[in-house]
């Protein structure tokens, strides 16, 4: 998730899961049969309680997790739309962070990849030519 900071640069929402004990983005599990955009905005709205607006693909990424599971995770742009974050068995905490200084917050090393990817298409969309 992401949304414009009051000094008009970028700030992206980031997620503390007791569980692991890190700093990511939201993100979630396929139910069976389930699309993976529809799965995108249910698992943010699930571990944040923010609704949003779908944006552009930006990228997916294939690793292991810690139990040693092979895991893809496919990510978006968001950008929310109502609600407020609300603790649960998932997440503890949600911060609005300056894009600038996410990395030196996020825990894991794709999720920087992640980052540098919104801000490439963020950048790309601000260069586009606009329709008069």
Not at 14 to 38: I, Q
Not at 91 to 102: G, I
């Amino acid at each position: 998730m992401w949304r414009p900071s009051t000094d008009g640069g970028l700030e992206v929402a980031l997620v503390h899961r007791p569980a692991y004990d890190d700093w990511t983005f939201p993100k979630g599990k396929l139910l069976d049969g389930e699309e993976d955009e529809v799965a995108a905005l249910r698992e943010v709205m699930e571990e944040t309680g923010l609704v949003c607006r779908l944006g552009p693909y930006l990228t997916h990424l294939s690793y292991r997790d810690r139990k040693d599971r092979p895991k893809t995770v496919r990510y978006w742009a968001m950008a929310p739309i109502e609600g407020a974050f609300r603790a649960n068995d998932e997440v503890d905490t949600m911060r609005w962070v300056p894009a600038e200084d996410a990395a030196a917050l996020l825990t894991y090393e794709h999720d920087r990849t992640v980052l540098d990817r919104l801000l490439e298409v963020r950048s790309a969309s601000e260069a586009a030519p606009r329709e008069p």
